[in-house]
């Protein structure tokens, strides 16, 4: 037993403290109590008041401790004085880090104006962040969360109902009678509440069909799994519309109430027999037709579900498109075991906060290539850092991103980093991205810090607060104390009236209305008054889109010369010897993110490449042994992985879980450990609708280690 663990518990045990706050292992951000004795956090318990978990945490959420206590963690603020990508570490004070950046962030304004400034942003205290961003001058806030995540299906969704389908989604997975899950494993994507829903509609009895080419845990559990081959999902989607509409086994009240196209969707999808689908997608035509008729006997309590993860393959808005008027046509958009309507409800910023300036004249957009961008393409901003066109590009903030490893081509990125005149990582552990940062600022960890609301649209509105359940270890700090510092180096504190965290959240819930006192105390509010989930005749769905209808056909996507109904285009498929390389989540890590957390590498140290065991057998390869990947341009993996020989996945695809082949010395328990997935994709194709990269188009063959 180690000393110190004897020391600590030797000392008088002081009296239990309860702090209520919210995780932030990921993004589902379920409200959590930790349990701190004699200044530790001891336990984490789920909180049971949070609809995000309700009471429980999953297997990452409860290793918070080893993301605490783990000595990797950077401690000081970092002045690289050597290269970018390799570095040579001087420890700066917070004065001297934050002056350099203040300093390099004004030459930038004065030379090029305000917009060569992006943030790229994913976690709560990104909206500290973004504030200084805009009071700065600049707008743009960027994320892969979006172009690399979940970007083309909000669009996709958009597109159709005129909304998004929510995060957390919006699914009333608890009451549905039929689910489709394609390319989602939801269980590996260990979204708390969402898999407790799932599992609970499928206790009650709901039926479950699961597409994918690999036999996921969720899949196991299905009524159907239909092993697709990759990239043809479109297909299968489009024929499932065709049976539907030709056999007329619609809503027709809804559609013809709420929605507008029926007939030239009808037109559009004739091609889409099940004999042709069958070809495109090895599915037998008599599955495709029997799921059709199973799925539509159970309108309107179903889901139609294509994951949250959707940069597939470069069409995904339109895919995404498929999905949602999927869900349109079986009406299941505000109907129990649908997709409810969520819940209204905000909070106001702090009060008082002078405008932002304006937004520079005249500047051409980044992302003006793709007219139905919902939000700022990382990729975009990266054309720009490289090409100095449509204009200059030259201050990168990176806010809890790991660019290195979640943008697609990594030499892209590379180029981008090398033309900036300054980069921060403002992150808890000497990641992959802070070898290419100028500066590097620790933050502390979530259990360590006042953040931004968590806010939550469920059936009811839900408002979560983070605070610190034990003082910041080392020189780390809270991102609103960063921003705020860094705001005042630059003559911007009028815009941070905040003394502390806590007086920035107290004034916003003062503002609000909400009982801070209450929050501080139960950690998670409910609002019940807008909840209102599903339609009634008093309650009457609005759907923004030009029409005020549902869309089946698009007149939007046509004005801008896209197929108002999604069209199929093949793919193209692995060359000889080469497999699909499919990606996807380890239950117990968040990408990269907890790659050197104790408690979890404990469990999961590293990941393997799956392969289908009769071709392994074909190979030569065996279970346990370790290869490299390459991809057929030729890259290969930096790193080795362990080959896992298994009966659930096709002949023709590799799997992994993304997050691992971390190179980051400074991590000890991640660096070097398995293989990446981003290093062998190297190909993307832009979404032309949104601007979206598909990532799943990379071939990849197994070759020996030496
Ligand atoms: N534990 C854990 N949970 C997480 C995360 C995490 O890092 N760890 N990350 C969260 C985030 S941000 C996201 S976006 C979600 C992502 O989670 P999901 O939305 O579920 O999506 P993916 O990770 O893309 O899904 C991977 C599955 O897609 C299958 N697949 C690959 N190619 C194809 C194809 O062409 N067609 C079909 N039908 N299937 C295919 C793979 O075999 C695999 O089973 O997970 C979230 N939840
Ligand atoms: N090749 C490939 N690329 C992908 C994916 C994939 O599966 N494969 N998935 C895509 C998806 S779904 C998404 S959502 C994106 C996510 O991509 P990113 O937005 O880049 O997010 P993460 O990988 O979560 O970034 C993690 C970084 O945040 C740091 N971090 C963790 N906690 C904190 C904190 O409290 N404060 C601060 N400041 N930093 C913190 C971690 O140490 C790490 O460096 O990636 C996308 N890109
Ligand atoms: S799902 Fe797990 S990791 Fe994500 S917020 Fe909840 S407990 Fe934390
Ligand atoms: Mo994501």
Redo the contacts with the bound molecule.
């Keep these: 037993m180690p000393e110190s663990f004897l020391s600590w518990a030797e000392s008088a045990p002081e009296e239990m403290k309860l702090v209520p706050t919210f995780c932030?292992?990921c993004?589902w951000n379920c409200g959590l109590i930790a349990k701190v004795q004699n200044g530790k956090v001891v336990k984490v318990d789920g909180n049971p008041l949070s609809e995000r978990g309700r009471g429980r945490l999953c297997g990452r959420g409860n290793a918070a401790l080893g993301?605490l206590y783990d000595q990797d963690r950077l401690k000081t603020p970092l002045i690289n004085i050597g290269k970018r990508g390799e570095p040579k570490w001087k420890k700066a004070t917070w004065d001297e880090a934050l002056g350099v950046i203040a300093g390099k962030l004004s030459a930038i304004k004065e030379k090029h104006g305000p917009d060569a400034v992006a943030l790229?942003?994913?976690?709560?205290?990104g909206a500290f962040w973004k504030h200084l961003l805009k009071a700065y001058g600049s707008s743009y806030y960027t994320?892969?969360?979006f172009a690399?995540?979940?970007g083309p299906r909000d669009v996709g969704f958009t597109m159709t109902f005129g909304s998004e389908v929510g995060s957390p989604e919006f699914y009333d997975f608890s009451q549905s009678k039929f689910i489709v899950l394609l390319g989602s494993h939801l269980g590996e994507n260990a979204h708390n509440s969402q898999v407790q829903d799932l599992v609970h509609g499928l206790e009650q009895g709901a039926k479950l069909c699961v597409v994918d080419p690999r036999c996921s845990n969720i899949a196991s559990k299905a009524d159907y799994w239909l092993p697709i081959r990759p990239a043809t999902d479109l297909a299968l989607l489009l024929a499932w519309i065709r049976i539907i509409v030709n056999e007329e086994l619609y809503d027709a009240d809804y559609l013809s109430k709420y929605a507008s196209g029926l007939a030239e969707l009808k037109a559009a999808v004739q091609e889409f027999t099940p004999e042709w689908a069958a070809k495109e997608t090895d599915i037998p035509a008599g599955k495709i037709v029997e799921v059709a008729r199973e799925l539509a006997a159970r309108k309107p309590n179903v889901v139609i579900s294509g994951g949250?993860?959707a940069?597939w393959y470069g069409d995904d808005a339109q895919r995404a498109r498929a999905i949602a008027l999927l869900n349109a046509l079986l009406g299941s958009w505000g109907r129990p075991g649908g997709i409810y309507l969520p819940a209204g409800g905000g909070v106001p910023e702090y009060p008082g906060l002078p405008e932002y300036p304006e937004h520079t004249a005249g500047i051409p957009k980044l992302d003006g290539a793709y007219p139905f961008a919902l939000s700022q393409t990382t990729t975009s901003i990266r054309n720009a850092a490289i090409t100095g066109q449509p204009h200059a590009m030259k201050g990168w903030l990176v806010?809890?991103?790991?660019?290195m490893?979640?943008?697609?081509n990594r030499e892209e990125t590379i180029k981008a980093i090398n033309n900036l005149d300054l980069l921060v990582a403002?992150?808890?552990?000497p990641?992959?991205?802070?070898q290419w940062a100028d500066v590097v600022l620790p933050?502390c960890?979530?259990l360590e810090r006042h953040d931004a609301l968590s806010l939550g649209k469920f059936k009811k509105f839900e408002i979560s607060i983070r605070q610190p359940a034990v003082q910041p270890m080392w020189e780390s700090k809270p991102?609103w104390w960063i921003t705020k510092e860094l705001g005042k180096k630059m003559g911007l504190e009028t815009y941070f009236p905040w003394k502390d965290g806590e007086e920035y959240l107290a004034k916003r819930c003062e503002a609000g209305g909400i009982n801070y006192a209450e929050l501080k105390q139960k950690g998670v509010l409910t609002i019940e008054e807008k909840s209102a989930p599903y339609i009634t005749d008093q309650n009457q769905p609005t759907f923004d889109t030009p029409s005020g209808k549902i869309e089946l056909y698009s007149k939007q996507l046509a004005e801008k010369g896209f197929d108002p109904v999604p069209k199929y285009k093949k793919h193209p498929q692995p060359p000889d010897g080469h497999f699909s390389l499919l990606?996807?989540?380890s239950p117990l890590h968040?990408?990269?993110?907890t790659t050197n957390n104790f408690l979890l590498t404990d469990l999961v140290p590293e990941n393997s490449v799956w392969i289908s065991r009769k071709k392994a057998k074909q190979l030569g390869f065996k279970d346990g042994e370790y290869v490299r990947l390459q991809n057929a341009a030729g890259v290969k993996s930096s790193g080795t992985v362990k080959i896992r020989c298994t009966e659930r996945l096709r002949e023709d695809c590799l799997y992994m879980v993304?997050?691992f082949g971390v190179h980051a010395k400074g991590m000890k328990r991640a660096d070097n450990k398995g293989v990446?997935?981003?290093e062998l994709?190297t190909g993307y194709q832009i979404d032309p609708i949104m601007g979206g990269t598909g990532?799943r188009l990379n071939f990849v063959k197994i070759v020996k280690e030496g």
């Design positions: 932030e292992l993004f993301s790229f942003s994913h976690g709560s205290g994320a892969p969360s690399q995540c979940r949250r993860f940069a806010y809890g991103c790991n660019l490893k979640t943008m697609p403002i992150d808890i552990v990641a992959d991205i802070i933050e960890t979530y991102s990606f996807g989540r968040t990408f990269s993110r993304h997050g990446g997935d981003e994709l990532m």
